[in-house]
């Protein structure tokens, strides 16, 4: 039993024995940490760190019971290990260059990890495995900020917040599996995630020259708002590439944010009521090309695309070679109200199958260049 906190070396390597299990487990009367490292480099491998949240409630996502708390240290890997019924963060760390956090299980923990990187290059999560269900509650899988260059790779996940935490937190959004803002030049590629509250993915406020490819993603257990299973559309998000992606829910952007972006070669299938890609008014430059985005079954889904509110005369928005089946309008075009002008949308070489209008636009709407299909 854990009750008071590991001290750890500079260069100093934790694991078992040859053949040996071990498992640190939190004392039920203990309020603190397993480990606070500052400044030093070290390697934690096959140990399970257990939070025993079960007797721990009160300490739902207060930082005192985060199990590791990580400050510093240019050299910290953390593999291979299981990090169990955590009340806190599991991982939390703080201006960690070049981070290695690979192949761990992460199972009920309120929040998996927690990376601010101080704009430093931030390093790799991968291979790791996120669980969560509504034994416990949670509020993310991954939250990252201020980070340079970070990957997110090859990871299961799903379940966060489907039991919604008690406190959602300063942040801007929660019930993800991944959620990244004020980064640049991150790339989140060949993740498999399931069902968890809100989404698979948030591409948040401020992030810049992203990449977001190869991913396997899932709507949430949320509503209407949980048919989209990626959003990009905070503000500040703009030069990001969506591609090659399979999405069983749709694709939000530009609500506040989310301009200059590429969206090609994804397949989108949408469940009824969700819509393919939802294109609000600050997406007003990129390319949707290459898409394959298409009903789950037999009840429309009124939208394939939807470009709303694009009334700058700035907007250049190429819709080109999508094959787009089973809406109610496969690509609908409309202002608010109905009114006003429309600029800058060009369709070409896409197809359309089984919708009731392939192309919408009000009568009363005047676009300024014919969309071209």
């Known amino acids: 039993m854990i009750s008071g906190e590991l001290a750890v070396r500079n260069g100093q390597v934790i694991a078992p024995a040859a053949g040996a299990q071990v498992t640190f487990k939190a004392a039920t009367a203990y309020t603190g940490r397993f480990i606070?490292?500052?400044?030093?480099?070290?390697?934690?491998?096959?140990i399970t760190f257990d939070g025993n949240y079960a007797n721990r409630f009160s300490l739902e996502g207060n930082d005192v019971a985060n199990l590791m708390n990580i400050s510093g240290g240019t050299n910290v890997t953390l593999?291979?290990?299981?990090?169990?019924?955590?009340?806190?963060?599991?991982?939390?760390?703080?201006r960690s260059p070049s981070i290695q956090i690979r192949g761990n299980t992460f199972l009920e923990a309120w929040q998996p990890i927690?990376?601010?990187?101080?704009?430093?290059?931030?390093?790799?999560i991968e291979n790791n495995t996120f669980k969560n269900t509504t034994a416990y509650k949670s509020i993310q899988h991954i939250t990252a900020v201020n980070a340079t260059n970070l990957v997110v790779r090859g990871n299961t996940m799903e379940g966060a917040g489907v039991l919604p935490a008690s406190s959602h937190g300063y942040e801007g959004t929660w019930g993800n599996a991944i959620y990244i803002f004020n980064s640049t030049g991150y790339v989140v590629e060949n993740n498999t995630v399931g069902r968890n509250y809100w989404s698979s993915l948030v591409v948040g406020q401020n992030s810049t020259n992203v990449t977001v490819r190869n991913n396997s993603f899932t709507g949430g257990t949320l509503g209407n708002g949980g048919l989209q299973s990626a959003w990009i559309e905070q503000v500040g998000a703009n030069?990001?590439?969506?591609?090659?992606?399979?999405?069983?829910?749709?694709?939000s952007v530009g609500d506040t944010g989310g301009d200059y972006l590429t969206i090609t070669n994804n397949i989108i299938t949408v469940p009824p009521g969700?819509?393919?890609?939802?294109?609000?008014?600050?997406?007003?430059?990129?390319?949707?090309?290459?898409n394959t985005i298409k009903a789950l079954?037999?009840?429309?889904?009124?939208?394939?695309?939807?470009?709303?509110?694009?009334?700058?005369?700035s907007t250049n928005i190429q819709l080109l070679n999508n094959a787009i089946s089973g809406f109610n309008k496969g690509v609908a075009v409309n202002n608010l109200g109905g009114a006003g002008t429309v600029?800058?949308?060009?369709?070409?070489?896409?197809?359309?199958?089984s919708n009731n209008a392939?192309?919408?636009?009000?009568?009363?709407?005047?676009l300024n260049t014919p969309l071209g299909q």
């Not at 927690?114 to 790799?124: E, F, K, Q, W």
């Not at 600029?343 to 199958?353: E, P, V």
């Open 36 to 46: 606070t490292s500052v400044d030093k480099s070290f390697t934690v491998r096959g």
């Open 79 to 94: 593999e291979n290990n299981t990090f169990q019924y955590a009340p806190a963060q599991a991982i939390w760390t703080y």
């Open 274 to 290: 969700g819509t393919g890609i939802d294109c609000n008014y600050a997406f007003k430059h990129g390319t949707i090309s290459g």
């Open 297 to 313: 079954n037999a009840t429309k889904p009124d939208m394939g695309i939807y470009l709303w509110q694009k009334d700058d005369p």
């Open 343 to 353: 600029y800058g949308i060009h369709l070409s070489g896409n197809t359309f199958a």
């Open 239 to 251: 030069t990001i590439n969506f591609t090659g992606n399979t999405l069983m829910g749709g694709l």
């Open 358 to 366: 392939n192309v919408w636009v009000p009568s009363t709407i005047k």
């Open 114 to 124: 927690r990376m601010d990187a101080n704009n430093l290059t931030a390093g790799v």
